[in-house]
């Protein structure tokens, strides 16, 4: 296609073509009631600066998520909150994994791998705190040259670990603050850009028990995205809270 897709300073979220012209950039909600309301036909093709190329509308989860539930129903609520309100944060099968770990490492892991899995994320590591005096250590790795870092210690005064302790979520444009930018260098090897990053942390017993660090290179993580993973999270502690008191 002639078409061609600027890179503002700002992250937008989506541009539209027919082929003949682009529009945008517009928000996923303001995309999801085009495609409701007939404005932005089948046949578009859509893209997020640093994509690359563009894709057919239908490959786009939301628009497909739009279009499996019927959004053509006037009901008053927008459509990308009837598309998030109509997926489950946790599912049956994510609950059946989770159960199934033997022990508290194994269900951490699993965890990281419901987060990549849903969120389409490129990397995740895991960080389990050993002892006070170790501190959080590199347990697990997915995606390239992130299994090199297995087994180092993150640093005291790191910015995200002194986040998790407060058992804050982080998620957002990499090296945007303190805590992004640590968490961004952990993630960055073997990718040219990262374009989001999220942290979240498990807090068992009252204590931070491990933190886990996503990223992603086609863009931030969006609203539902960080649903999931903090609704996994949830699960995941939940079930840790079971396993280790009868360990």
């Known amino acids: 296609m002639s078409a061609r897709i600027a890179t503002p300073q700002q992250h937008p979220d989506w541009f539209v073509t027919d082929g003949a012209r682009v529009v945008g950039p517009v928000d996923t909600s303001l995309l999801l009631k085009g495609v409701s309301y007939g404005r932005v036909p089948d046949g578009c093709w859509i893209a997020q600066p640093g994509w690359g190329a563009w894709r057919n509308m239908d490959s786009i989860r939301e628009v ?32 059946k ?49 992130v299994r090199a870092s297995l087994g180092a210690m993150i640093p005291a005064r790191d910015p995200a670990r002194d986040v998790a302790r407060l058992g804050t979520f982080i998620a957002g444009r990499p ?15 073997g990718f040219e850009r990262l374009r989001g ?5 498990l807090r068992c017993n009252h204590r ?16 539902v995205d960080q649903k999931a993973i903090r609704a996994i999270a949830g699960a995941v502690v939940r079930r840790l809270e079971t396993v280790t008191r009868s360990a």
């Open 197 to 201: 990053v999220a942290m979240v942390p």
């Open 64 to 95: 497909r998520a739009l279009k499996k539930i019927g959004m053509y129903e006037v009901d008053g609520l927008e459509p990308w909150e009837r598309v998030a309100r109509s997926t489950p944060l946790v599912d049956a099968g994510t609950e």
């Open 175 to 189: 090296w945007s603050s303190p805590a992004r930018s640590a968490i961004a260098d952990r993630l960055a090897g």
């Open 208 to 223: 931070l028990y491990a933190m886990i660090e996503l990223g992603r290179t086609d863009h931030e993580f969006r609203g």
């Open 97 to 145: 994994l989770l159960s199934a770990a033997s022990d508290p490492g194994e269900l951490v892991l699993f965890g990281m791998h419901e987060m990549l899995q849903r969120t389409r994320a490129s990397v995740g590591l895991v960080h389990r705190m050993r002892a006070p005096y170790v501190g959080l250590v590199t347990s697990c790795a997915t995606g390239p040259n």
